[in-house]
């Protein structure tokens, strides 16, 4: 895969990540905690890293 197409993946998972932790805060502050939704985001949080690792890798 060209390395600019690699940089722009990874600029999108770290924004898909960012949004995702909005949205998780606001539907605790909102709603009450759930589980799921912290777990599904602590994944993304994840595979973010992975993909910042393989980047500069």
Excluded: C, E, H, Q
């Amino acid at each position: 895969m060209p390395r600019s197409s690699t940089d722009g993946s990874t600029k999108t998972m770290g924004a898909l990540t960012l949004g995702g932790l909005v949205v998780v805060t606001a539907y605790t502050v909102a709603l009450g905690s759930n589980g799921w939704l912290w777990f599904g985001w602590v994944v993304l949080g994840l595979i973010t890293l992975a993909l910042v690792v393989m980047r500069t890798g």
